[in-house]
Nanobody
Framework: QERLVESGGGLVQAGGSLRLSCAAS????????MGWFRQAPGKEREFVAA????????YYADSVKGRFTVSRDNAKNTVYLQMNSLKPEDTAVYSC????????????????????WGQGTQVTVSS
């Protein structure tokens, strides 16, 4: 049973930073790309960022490129999302995802929502 648990969300002023973490269960974490999606109230879920299983290849939505950084620690089965220069429009529930098949490329993570999902963590950016 796959289990993803996010943490690190909260309330921050515009221009501030937050670091989200996602702890994953399972012994094959290092064989899977990992990603982050977000959903704002009244809006559709959107892809944010993904990282390949080796931790080298990363892929970002244009809206967060240059401000957010995705990384992973395979020894800790954890993926991170460092969010800098936050804007009110970044307010959303952020969820981490694990593809259902190993060795999915980071670019492909954002093309589907057919992944394992965490419960999400709320990020609120005040103006």
């Amino acid at each position: 049973q796959e289990r993803l648990v996010e943490s690190g969300g909260g309330l921050v002023q515009a221009g501030g930073s937050l670091r989200l973490s996602c702890a994953a269960s399972g012994r094959t974490f290092s064989s899977y790309a990992m990603g982050w999606f977000r959903q704002a109230p009244g809006k559709e879920r959107e892809f944010v960022a993904a990282i390949g299983w080796g931790g080298v290849k990363t892929y970002y939505a244009d809206s967060v490129k240059g401000r957010f950084t995705v990384s992973r620690d395979n020894a800790k089965n954890t993926v991170y999302l460092q969010m800098n220069s936050l804007k009110p429009e970044d307010t959303a529930v952020y969820s981490c995802v694990k593809p259902r098949t190993p060795y999915t490329t980071a670019e492909r993570v954002g093309e589907s929502t057919n992944h394992y999902w965490g419960q999400g963590t709320q990020v609120t950016v005040s103006s």
